[in-house]
């Protein structure tokens, strides 16, 4: 199945993947589109774990589980799929990643740590609020935003302080 790490929390990760595929399912449905199986495919390869993947990660992951893909049908099969709020894209990495209100219209930022490269996803609209604020104060008129925060994650940060504790510890021996 997939090489990439599973990142995710203290969850039973399966159920993510379940309730993303029925999600989809029911967007499609409401929306009369159709989510085919390659399209099905790729969603569930973005859910796979919590972590970014990459348009060319998918296409190597379709195509070792036998489907045979292209770049175009891998970048539509996103494209079909951002349009539907389903799948979010990170620009900072050229990756893509599951959305946790699919089908809805709705701000969103996403946290990235830059250590494990874990993401969530917020949705602040206070942030956006600022934003679009900022923007009319200078007469500019916001057409979309990107709001990408890059840092350290709880985890990361925690074992970062818990590795410097122990080399100044190693020092002052």
């Known amino acids: 199945m997939s090489n990439r790490a599973n990142r995710s929390h203290d969850h039973i990760h399966a159920h993510c993947v379940t ?83 699919p089908g809805q219209r709705h701000v969103h930022q996403h946290l990235i740590c830059r250590a494990c490269r874990s993401v969530t996803e917020i949705t602040d609209q206070s942030i956006a609020t600022a934003a679009e604020d900022a923007g009319r104060r200078l007469g500019f008129c916001i057409e979309g935003q990107v709001v990408e925060l890059s840092g350290l994650c709880a985890t990361c940060a925690a074992h970062g302080a818990e590795r410097q504790t122990l080399d100044m510890t190693g020092l002052l021996r």
């Open 19 to 101: 309730d993303a595929l029925a999600a989809a399912d029911a967007v499609c449905a409401a929306r009369g589109a159709r989510l085919t199986p390659l399209r099905r495919r790729v969603l569930e390869l973005v859910w796979a774990d919590h972590a970014p993947v990459g348009a060319y990660t998918l296409l190597d992951e379709l195509k070792a589980g036998g489907h045979p893909a292209a770049p175009p049908t891998v970048y539509r099969a996103l494209d079909f799929l951002m349009e539907h709020g389903l799948v979010h894209r990170l620009a900072s990495l050229n990756a893509y990643i599951g959305c946790i209100s």
